[in-house]
């Protein structure tokens, strides 16, 4: 249960951030509104935008996005990191066909905004609009290679935030003029934020390391009609539980490096964190979406693939293009494509043996909220997931990973 004074808290400790950097909002500034509605995130980003007076114009359908910004022209920008990647992917894809624009791109993300970056990049400015004056990303991980990019390109502030449904979105953000990467910022105006131990686990609140906890003004009131689950998550001192693990840098910000939640260990005694390795291996431009889950008696992780179906189609040239989805997904030769493209993956982000996946099942069909695997902010329904595909996830361990995409 969310009141109006906890979207306003969250809202006001965001502007108040902004407004210290001296980042201000006449009336005639737009934003564009195209995340779910459903979502904290884009909840109180509106409601930012209409303290401040800002024009706002939603975008009807995802898919026609390019346009509305090309018209709209926004000031502000607020995005997930899925976006920035897809944006990011295939303008990097485009790059290295030409030796000549590999080189300038490389030339102008080696230093700061100038001459260069702005006639090399000029392009990516116009797909936003060309009038962007602050971006923030948020819901998810954005990876520091995508995020530098980005803030040479646009040569804009980019903020990245954490938050909760339950803290009103409100958590950490970080400050204008940070440059630096891999952290999440420091605690937002209007929130207390604190590390506690984590039972079973090495991360103990001492060496700066624990679940994250947040008290304030933003956060809920409570499951409604559920006073236990309620309790699991907020104590009687008004803090809340998020399940995430993090630890403070030392110029003081924040950064999450697991989760207690949906947390599972294999034989050895190692933990996954799959939320933190899908966030990963969803940087495939051959995956749409992405279940990653692991069985106690193993030493490995293993995964349930949806491809991208478009990326496919163009890509993969040992199809007939009439040839049906389903049937796309059980040919032996695109997954091992696929599959070698998450191992490139963890080589790049140097996953641990046991964070590599050793097998995967490619599955025709979107997770959804009709068919019971996405919620409506669009997170995989974890339970629901492991139940639908416990029998496939079994047998990936017990076949060879050439074989597996034969499974039904």
């Not at 976006?83 to 700061?112: C, G, H, P, W």
Request: proline letters at 5%; a positive charge.
């Amino acid at each position: 249960m969310l009141s109006h004074e906890n979207l306003l808290a969250t809202a006001k400790g965001h502007l108040m951030r902004l407004d210290k950097a001296n980042i201000k909002s006449p009336l005639t500034d737009r934003h564009c509104s195209f995340l779910p509605m459903a979502h904290i995130y884009e909840r109180f980003i509106l409601l930012q935008a209409l303290l401040r007076g800002t024009q706002l114009v939603f975008c009807s359908a995802p898919e026609k996005l390019p346009n509305y910004l090309s018209i709209v022209k926004p000031s502000q920008v607020s995005v997930v990191p899925r976006v920035l990647n897809k944006v990011y992917d295939a303008i990097m894809t485009e790059v290295n066909k030409s030796k000549i624009k590999k080189f300038l791109v490389q030339q102008a993300l080696r230093e700061q905004p100038s001459f260069l970056s702005h006639f090399a990049f000029r392009k990516v400015k116009n797909l936003f609009g060309n009038e962007v004056k602050v971006m923030i990303t948020g819901a998810a991980p954005i990876t520091p290679d995508v995020m530098h990019f980005f803030r040479i390109a646009l040569n804009i502030p980019i903020m990245e935030g954490y938050g909760q449904t339950e803290s009103a979105g409100a958590g950490t953000s970080t400050h204008p003029t940070d440059m630096s990467y891999g952290t999440i910022g420091s605690p937002v105006p209007v929130v207390e934020i604190k590390l506690i131990d984590v039972p079973g686990t090495t991360y103990r609140s001492e060496m700066n390391q624990g679940e994250v906890c947040i008290r304030g003004p933003s956060v809920f009131k409570g499951y409604y009609g559920d006073e236990a689950k309620t309790m699991e998550v907020l104590d009687k001192d008004g803090w809340l539980h998020t399940g995430d693990v993090g630890e403070w840098a030392s110029n003081g910000a924040l950064r999450i490096i697991d989760r207690t939640k949906h947390i599972f260990k294999l034989c050895q005694g190692k933990y996954i964190a799959p939320e933190r390795l899908e966030d990963i291996y969803i940087r495939s431009r051959w995956v749409a979406q992405i279940f990653i889950d692991g069985i106690s008696t193993e030493t490995t992780v293993v995964a349930i693939v949806i491809p991208d179906e478009e990326y496919v189609r163009k890509n993969f040239q040992s199809i007939a293009t009439e040839t049906a989805f389903a049937d796309l997904c059980k040919n032996e030769k695109l997954k091992e494509i696929i599959l070698s493209d998450l191992k490139r993956l963890s080589e790049k982000y140097k996953l641990k043996t046991y964070q590599t996946l050793s097998n995967i099942y490619l599955h025709p069909e979107l997770f959804s909220q009709n068919n019971g695997l996405l919620t409506v902010t669009l997170k995989t329904r974890r339970a629901n997931a492991r139940k639908h595909f416990q029998s496939i996830i079994k047998s990936l361990y017990q076949v060879d990973p050439t074989t597996a995409s034969r499974v039904s």
